[in-house]
């Protein structure tokens, strides 16, 4: 058999200023050489990786088109959105004779007039392919799902945990799914529901609570045989869109009642519960104090609504100031300064350094600092993920230096990327375990790698485009009533 190959995916925060063009992409993965994308991708925990681990098994062909993510941050622009579909879609024209397409896209993509990102690239594909050949579609847990996906894709199969350690599983699920598609074995009816919230995206992690216990309903082992697949998507609450909100998406084996049912069901639980997702902060002077007095480190805290993950700007050094003013012991991972970033490698390895740090994207992530500090390394920025989530997967912060600023040591770089696995410290020579304190710039990703050395951890609420406190943020084009900003 042969199947059609793609991977498309931008969480778009409609807050941000950073528009994500071609160079966004090619900033963190853009390969439309089959080769490169075999080895970024043959053999990792990713979900084009999943999809060739079915493949290559089979001895089936694979046609990769493109493998391609930005960073999360604003509107993709008409270029990159045309460019990366184009991909898919001239391979789709070019092999007639594919039996379907695989694709791994993110579900809350929003791009320059199309609000719905991943429903227009399925109907794309969908236009190139025919009505007759199967799609089916990987996404991720914060997506935004539509009529038009519904419409266009044979099956939708979402992440069911979150830290996402489980792509390369929906992957492969995925694989395995579409060729009993083609066989004639299933017929795969979906059915969505979607209650009027938008819980916040920190409460919706799969380590423990409500979310969890969805899940664990959703895939209990009793459940109707007819069903297919289920998917509990928390949502994306950083963009202004329509569609936005919690969904439960159902595919039952050609029976509508039982997806509708199975549907029903969960979508109901989770308005029943909702109350369990409601956020307590912690603010970023108590999560200081609290590390600080922890009998053993290293004590992680999550600069969450700093976390470019989400889209944020990834230069907030509300958490960093206040590690200077109560004297902590501290690693910090990472600082978006590229300006700062050249200073220390003007200034040298082992040279003093003044600089103006951070808080210079936008006026949403506090204010910058006035730092005095030693440059102690200078080094390209990339590392491999070691951890569960994205294993044998390559990341890269670009050019960046390491600045000790008194007991605090930075990590100042080039390019935005969450920080969710230890190896960002690592690679740039510092032991976590030497630290009482570790500083991330993530929500709930870093959990999965960081659990291991983690005495504790603590969610910190500071300024940020990924705050949890979802009444800042100035929606006009949602559903309304919506949970929890409306009565």
């Known amino acids: 058999m042969k199947w059609i190959v793609g991977g498309f995916a931008h969480e778009t925060n409609t807050f941000s200023v950073v528009p994500t063009d071609v160079d966004a992409f090619r900033a963190q993965q853009y390969l439309s050489d089959p080769g ?9 925990a990713t979900v084009l990786g999943g999809f060739l681990d079915v493949i290559d098994k089979r001895e089936d062909e694979a046609v990769l088109t493109v493998a391609a993510h930005a960073t999360p941050s604003g509107l993709v622009t008409a270029d990159a959105f045309d460019t990366m579909t184009g991909h898919i879609v001239d391979g789709v024209r070019a092999h007639h004779d594919a039996d379907g397409v695989l694709l791994g896209l993110h579900g809350a993509m929003v791009a320059e007039g199309i609000d719905d990102g991943e429903g227009e690239t399925i109907r794309r594909v969908r236009d190139a392919l025919g009505p007759n050949r199967p799609i089916v579609v990987v996404l991720d847990l914060h997506s935004h799902i539509t009529e038009l996906m519904l419409e266009q894709a044979t ?33 795969p009816i979906p059915a969505l529901n979607k209650p009027p919230m938008m819980p916040p995206v920190g409460m919706c992690h799969t380590e423990a609570g409500l979310y969890l216990d969805l899940w664990a309903d959703a895939l209990r082992p009793d459940r109707p045989k007819e069903i297919l697949t289920t998917a509990l998507f928390a ?27 199975e549907a029903e069901r969960l979508g109901s639980a989770a308005w029943e519960g909702r109350e369990a997702f409601m956020y307590h902060p912690t603010s970023i002077q108590d999560a200081v104090t609290r590390g600080i007095a922890a009998s053993e480190g290293p004590v992680v805290i999550a600069d969450m609504a700093d976390n470019p993950g989400g889209g944020s700007a990834n230069d907030g050094v509300e958490l960093l100031r206040e590690l200077l003013k109560q004297k902590a012991t501290a690693a910090v991972a990472t600082i978006y300064d590229p300006e700062v970033t050249q200073q220390a490698i003007d200034a040298g390895v082992g040279q003093p350094i003044k600089a103006t740090l951070g808080a210079k994207t936008d006026d949403l992530h506090g204010e910058s600092i006035d730092i005095e500090g030693r440059v102690r390394l200078i080094y390209n920025g990339r590392f491999q993920y070691k951890g569960p989530m994205s294993r044998g997967a390559w990341g890269d912060i670009g050019i960046a230096a390491v600045i000790r600023v008194d007991e605090v040591d930075v990590i100042v770089c080039s390019k935005r990327v969450q920080t969710r696995d230890p190896e960002v410290f690592r690679s740039a020579g ?23 050395i983690a005495k504790e951890i603590i969610i ?28």
């Open 36 to 44: 490169a994308i075999r080895e970024a991708h043959a053999g990792n």
């Open 155 to 187: 099956t939708i199969i979402g992440y069911q945990k979150y830290p996402h350690t489980d792509m390369g599983e929906r992957g492969a699920e995925a694989a395995e799914l579409i060729i009993r598609i083609v066989n004639g074995d299933v017929s």
């Open 235 to 261: 949502g994306f609450p950083f963009a202004d869109v329509p569609s936005l909100g919690y969904a439960v998406l159902t595919y039952a084996d050609g029976d509508q009642a039982v997806a509708d049912a």
């Open 430 to 452: 510092i032991d976590p375990m030497d630290y009482q304190i570790l500083a991330v710039k993530s929500a709930v990703h870093f959990r999965a790698g960081f659990n291991p």
């Open 460 to 487: 910190a609420d500071g300024p940020g485009l990924t705050s949890l406190d979802l009444t800042m943020f100035p929606y006009t084009r949602i559903r309304r009533p919506m949970w929890p900003i409306d009565p």
